[in-house]
């Protein structure tokens, strides 16, 4: 059974720095995995996606790695904003045609003015 | 593209009424949905796989006579949370698959129960 981690749970940065969140999985078999930003009381976003065969995935100042190997991803956010803050979650396919995702329990983000 | 609605984003019931809330994909079909359940400082966990034209699947422990799932057309999936208690409030949303095994979301309906 595919599980899912983040860590840490909370993190609080100042405006500026670049940060690294951290994700695993137990089942290195996956499909793609999946990086989400939730803010508060609202619905998921999606901001990367990263299939099996890739090691990773860019947009703007997001960059999202995966390795298999290790069971590892990491989302790299650089020059973190204010409006970076965010609950950011994980959340993996395992191979088998289920489509079904595996959340981790999120990283909260609070970029500091 | 690839936008997901739902409606409600909010409802309070009263315990012992049930509630429907409804799930649209806007600009896609879509054959498979899902509905999570999510509360506070949780996170998603699946409830149900919804499939057009035929019987959800259910995640374990979760009641398929109590959480009723309907997916009558390629756009729409509903949700009935049929006599809802205060133990049933939560955060539900539900996802949509445009392409295979990227999902996008709803904004979510925000349930209370008295």
């Known amino acids: 059974k595919q599980e899912v981690t983040q860590i840490p749970a909370a993190l609080s940065v100042p405006e500026g720095e670049n940060l690294v969140l951290n994700c695993s999985f137990t089942?290195?078999?996956?499909?793609?995995l999946q990086w989400f930003r939730q803010d508060p009381g609202k619905g998921l976003t999606s901001l990367l996606l990263?299939?099996?065969?890739?090691r990773e995935q860019t947009s703007g100042r997001l960059n999202a790695s995966l390795d298999k190997s290790s069971g590892r991803s990491t989302l790299y956010i650089a020059a973190s904003q204010p409006g970076d803050s965010a609950t950011y979650l994980c959340?993996?396919?395992?191979?088998?045609?289920?489509?079904?995702?595996?959340f981790g329990k999120g990283t909260k983000l609070t970029v500091n003015p | 593209g690839a936008v997901v609605s739902q409606h409600p984003s909010w409802v309070i019931c009263k315990s012992g009424t049930s509630v429907k809330i409804e799930c649209r994909s806007l600009?896609?079909?879509?054959?498979?949905m899902f509905w999570y359940r999510q509360f506070p400082k949780q996170s998603l966990m699946l409830m149900a796989t919804s499939n057009e034209g035929s019987k959800a699947t259910y995640e374990q422990g979760v009641e398929k006579d109590k959480f009723l799932i309907n997916h009558a057309s390629l756009t729409l999936s509903t949700l009935t949370v049929t006599s809802a208690h205060p133990e049933d409030s939560s955060f539900y949303i539900c996802s949509a698959i445009p392409r295979r095994n990227e999902q996008f979301f709803g904004p979510g309906t925000r349930l209370t129960v008295l």
């Open positions: 089942d290195s078999a996956i499909y793609n």
């Open positions: 959340a993996a396919i395992t191979q088998g045609g289920s489509e079904k995702l595996v």
């Open positions: 990263i299939q099996s065969s890739q």
């Open positions: 600009d896609f079909q879509a054959t498979t």
